[in-house]
């Protein structure tokens, strides 16, 4: 047992976003290899997740049991394997009577699922929001299978995925759950991203030690590829700059970091997003504050810093600008908190560049391309 389960927020892989229906067991161990090989599991990313549509359709004595297509061996030789990697194993199920895949759901199975999740070696749930009864309560649902995992003999992390409904960031720390779906479902383009980062500014600080906000998958490095068309979108995916800011926005927000792309075939520009240990050192701050938001007087829905305290002294700022031209921000320090009267300055170092970039008194101005963004770690100091 290795409680207290998830102080940061969780990170790994999860086969939704870009295999949708097609998981299957050659995938979750060709993945795994590629995870330990691609030092993504060295970054911090542990957790192999297998989405939905992994099981048959019907239950068998009760149980759920694994499509035998899909997983002809089960799911335990593939914990096994992934434990010997250093990895760890998700699984997938709902809160309501099915999947939202059409697959049995946990609803009134709690116990016996977690039991048997518990038996395949699993170590995190996804838990899903489809095909809930009306008549049942969305909280003791969760509150349920919360409880399920608790007494199931393994740490189980619970992910709940309830999609921003029902004011689940009031509840959701009640229930047990290490994180929760703050919002609908992300998409591999630009809007999706913003609209998720922006609906959530304001929600942030319910996230916390063990309890996380989450802002869904990541899209980095899908570039339009995914079985799924709706995911994909028509648009054929991002821009790498749209990716770099989609990754820095999460980080900042302090959300878990589930890879979404197939890591088998990585660019490296994927790469370089995904391994930027500065940018991922933000995200797993074991403060796991929320930022606050500062916007630029002139151009305010378009421009704005997010500031995030860090637990050594210091603090992530980054920058961002959501226009579709190059636009200036003027971060004033006043507004952080540093007047001049304090005599003192921001030292500032460039998480992109890995690099010092001097020390700013007053403010901290830079014109930011389109779409792009720009993630200092900033320190006060005499001037
Ligand atoms: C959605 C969920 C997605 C994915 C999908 C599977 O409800 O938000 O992340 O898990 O179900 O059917």
Redesign the pocket.
Known sequence: MSRPLSPTPPMGW?S??TF??NVNEELILSTAEYMVSEGLLDAGYEYVVI???WSEKQRENGRLVPDRKKFPNGIRPIADRLHSLGLKLGI?S?AGTH???GFPGSFEHEFTDADTFAEWGVDYL?Y???YKPDSADGENLYRRMGMALRCCGRDIVLSA?C?GKDEVHKWIRHTGAQLF?ST???RDNWDSIKTIALSQLDKTYFSAPYCHNDL??LVVGMHGKSDNSWIADVVGGCSDTEYKTHFALWALMSSPLMVGCDIRNMKPSTKNILLNKDIISIDQDIECRGPYVIRQWNNPQKVFALVKPLYDGSYAIGMFNFGDRTNEMSLQLYDMGLPVSSGRGLSLYDCYSHKDTGVFSERIVQNIPSRDCMVFKARAVRL
């Open positions: 999860n939704w976003n949708s229906w989405d939905d549509c997938y709902c999947t939202c895949g996804k899903d929001y489809c995925c999609w779906r609908g479902d992300i869904d998958m």
